[in-house]
Nanobody
Framework: QVQLVESEGGVVHPGGSLRLSCAAS????????MAWYRQAPGKRRELVAG???????NYADSVKGRFTISRDNAKNTVYLQMNSLKPEDTAVYYC?????????WGQGTQITVSS
């Protein structure tokens, strides 16, 4: 069983920045694909960014050039650096770990972008 613990979210002004982190328990982190998803009120959960065990990344079009996903295998942690935040980035952000035969989710953290 893997536990994913996300950092606390918060309220950010438009144009501001925030870095989320997600710490994973267990020994399989380095071979897992990690990802950040988000779900806004009344909308489906969507992929924000993903990073493979080899470090390859992919992003939703809506966040390309603004968000950066990274991982530190020594710390079993994945990060999401969010810059130039917009009100439409407001959502609950979830961390996900995926590998062969398993998938785990974090509890989610609320990010609100508002002036």
């Amino acid at each position: 069983q893997v536990q994913l613990v996300e950092s606390e979210g918060g309220v950010v002004h438009p144009g501001g920045s925030l870095r989320l982190s997600c710490a994973a328990s267990g020994s399989a982190f380095s071979i897992s694909t990690m990802a950040w998803y988000r779900q806004a009120p009344g909308k489906r959960r969507e992929l924000v960014a993903g990073i493979t065990s080899a470090g390859s990344t992919n992003y939703a079009d809506s966040v390309k050039g603004r968000f950066t996903i990274s991982r530190d295998n020594a710390k079993n942690t994945v990060y999401l650096q969010m810059n130039s935040l917009k009100p439409e980035d407001t959502a609950v952000y979830y961390c996900k770990s995926r590998g062969f035969g398993y998938e785990y989710w974090g509890q989610g953290t609320q990010i609100t972008v508002s002036s």
